[in-house]
């Protein structure tokens, strides 16, 4: 978009404070009483102005106190008695810029910490809870003002946060354990038998988008350098309200992949896979989706010659939408299809 850094003289964005002067200069018929009432107001909106300068720029370096002293404002100079500054527009801006910048600075600061907690598919999830929030601040501006130092700073910041996420996540990947042996170099397979109570349960198509849940697959071989050689992975649903949320895709593969190649995670005795898919919609059949991750979290054992994958957490990422499925609670275990409760894997003949 071309930026107009010269624009018209009647177009140009004149400050609050310098159209209100002229006003003054222009008016006719004002007492001098009048006069210097006019001044001390438009005084008190400059003060008030820088005001939120300092704020916005403390927000940067201690957004705690910015925010105490922020709401201090707030109260007691913008709302008070009979008097609301709030309804004019240009002090709304300042204070939803300064509202922004505090938001965004504290939860960069404590971004580490939210993404610490739990296991590798907690990172994720975090992630996507914090960056859902950081990327929805940047609307609560109005569209006029999203140009501009300001507007530019409080950006970056978002841009900053999501780096450091996925710094995070990687440093988190890099101290795993080296893969179990046993896990490594076999191609585990499992397909799903299709009873009746199930083919009730899930889509009843035979062909077009939901044509791959009537062949339910995992076929894939775990590496050491924790990438997966896949040929099938059945995305398993993730469940909000009892309702089960199947991709429209019916499982991984190759064309819809954002990343040429599946990774996963072994740690505390379980398995984690993160399926990043790219965005395939097709807005004139309604085929596809839009950009979107999977997550998988079980535990797993290996007896004999099977490994077997239970007590899912599934995890399901879309756009602003994420939905969690945990098999810790009841809903889970009296909802969930209880042919994915529990997965079976032997070696492919």
Not at 123 to 152: F, H, Q
Not at 183 to 210: K, S, V
Not at 289 to 314: A, D, H, M, T
């Amino acid at each position: 978009m071309q930026t107009l850094h010269n624009p018209p003289l009647g177009h140009r964005h004149w400050p609050l404070a310098l159209l209100l002067g002229l006003l003054l200069l222009g008016w006719s018929g004002c007492t001098t009483t009048e006069l210097d009432e006019n001044e001390r107001a438009l005084v008190a909106k400059q003060q008030l102005t820088e005001k939120f300068d300092q704020l916005f720029e403390q927000a940067f370096t201690d957004p705690e106190n910015a925010d105490k002293a922020f709401q201090e404002l707030t109260f007691n100079d913008l709302i008070s008695g009979d008097k609301n500054l709030l309804a004019d527009q240009e002090v709304r801006v300042f204070q939803t810029f300064v509202s922004v910048a505090v938001r965004l600075n504290r939860d960069l600061r404590t971004l580490k910490e939210k993404m610490a907690r739990g296991t590798l598919f907690d990172s994720y999830i975090a992630r996507n809870e914090v960056m859902m929030a950081a990327r929805s601040t940047l609307y609560e501006l109005p569209y006029r003002v999203r140009s501009g130092k300001k507007y530019e700073r409080v950006r970056q910041l978002v841009a900053e946060m999501d780096a450091q996420s996925r710094k995070i996540i990687d440093d988190r990947r890099a101290a795993l354990p080296p893969a179990p042996a046993e896990l490594t170099g076999t191609e585990w397979f499992w397909r799903l038998p299709l009873t009746q109570d199930l083919e009730l349960t899930m889509p009843d198509l035979l062909a077009g988008a939901y044509k791959g849940l009537k062949d339910v697959q995992f076929d894939f071989i775990l590496q050491p350098d924790y990438t997966m050689n896949t040929k099938r992975f059945f995305l398993l649903p993730s469940q909000s309200d009892g309702l089960e949320v199947y991709d429209a895709g019916g499982d991984w593969s190759p064309e819809k992949a954002e990343e040429p190649t599946l990774r996963y995670a072994v740690y505390d005795g379980k398995i984690f896979f993160r399926i990043p898919l790219k965005n395939n919609a097709d807005m004139v059949t309604g085929k596809g989706g839009v950009e979107r991750e999977w997550y998988y979290e079980f535990s797993y054992r290996k007896v004999g010659n099977k490994l077997i994958l239970s007590q899912p957490r599934i995890g399901n990422f879309i756009v602003m939408i994420q939905v969690v499925t945990n098999s810790d609670t009841e809903n889970f275990r009296n909802n969930y299809p209880v042919q994915f409760q529990e997965i079976t894997l032997t070696p492919k003949p």
